[in-house]
């Protein structure tokens, strides 16, 4: 079965700052990989995600991932963020295969001061 | 578009009283999702269902759990007796299909239980 582990429980940044987020997963074949972002009050949405080709893909607000296979990670960047950043992420993975389910990581907090 | 709509959106009750959570999602979507999210966790999966058939419900407690997807649209989950630890929010999500490309679920905001 697989699994997903994210390294920060509560990253604390100033605005402007760089962010990486990590995410290991484990599971020996292929695998669709997410980032979801919770916004304070708001349900879970989409950041972007991974299916297959070029291993660094962009999602929304400037956020980037980049999967290494060999390292079975998919961290999340980006290179300036914002007050309104402030959010809790988490990183799902799912194997591609029918009758799987998405699997999450336990989250990161992301707080961004002004 | 209607995103995925759950209600109550806040629910407060004794330990052993029941509760019942209800989902509506996006339409069109064949594939419905029950995760429940503790405190300072991700979502873990209870349910899923494949238009009206639960297709993996390993992880849910089926001792005071139950759920439905009466003609493959609407679900409701149902916990009967609720005990202390139940406390948590139980989130809905839909996809096209579990087995398709995507794989992308849109999540409801969410049913906030705290059991008392």
């Known amino acids: 079965a697989q699994s997903v582990s994210q390294h920060n429980h509560h990253v604390i940044l100033s605005e402007a700052a760089s962010l990486e987020l990590g995410c290991n997963y484990s599971?020996?074949?292929?695998?669709?990989l997410f980032w979801y972002v919770q916004y304070p009050g708001q349900h879970l949405q989409l950041l972007l995600k991974?299916?297959?080709?070029?291993?660094l893909v962009k999602g929304i607000k400037g956020f980037e991932a980049e999967f290494i296979k060999s390292k079975f990670s998919f961290n999340l960047r980006k290179p300036s963020v914002q007050w309104s950043d402030t959010a809790e992420y988490f990183c799902?993975?799912?194997?591609?295969?029918?009758?799987?389910?998405?699997?999450f990581g336990k989250g990161t907090t992301l707080s961004v001061s002004s | 578009e209607a995103g995925v709509v759950q209600s109550p959106r806040y629910k407060i009750i004794e330990k052993k009283q029941p509760v019942a959570f209800w989902c509506n999602p996006i339409?069109?979507?064949?594939?419905l999702y029950w995760y429940r999210q503790n405190l300072g966790q991700g979502p873990e999966l209870l349910i899923r269902?494949?238009?009206?058939?639960?297709?993996?419900d390993s992880q849910l407690p089926k001792d005071r759990f139950s759920a439905e997807r009466l003609k493959g649209v609407d679900s409701t989950l149902k916990i009967q007796p609720a005990e202390l630890g139940d406390s948590a929010v139980y989130l809905c999500?839909?996809?096209?299909?579990?087995?398709?490309?995507?794989?992308?679920?849109?999540f409801g905001e969410g049913s906030r239980l705290t059991v008392l």
């Open positions: 999500a839909s996809s096209l299909s579990s087995t398709g490309a995507t794989g992308e679920l849109f």
């Open positions: 599971y020996g074949g292929t695998v669709n």
């Open positions: 991974y299916f297959s080709g070029d291993p």
């Open positions: 799902a993975v799912k194997a591609n295969q029918a009758g799987t389910a998405l699997i």
């Open positions: 339409s069109g979507h064949n594939t």
């Open positions: 269902y494949e238009n009206e058939e639960a297709v993996d």
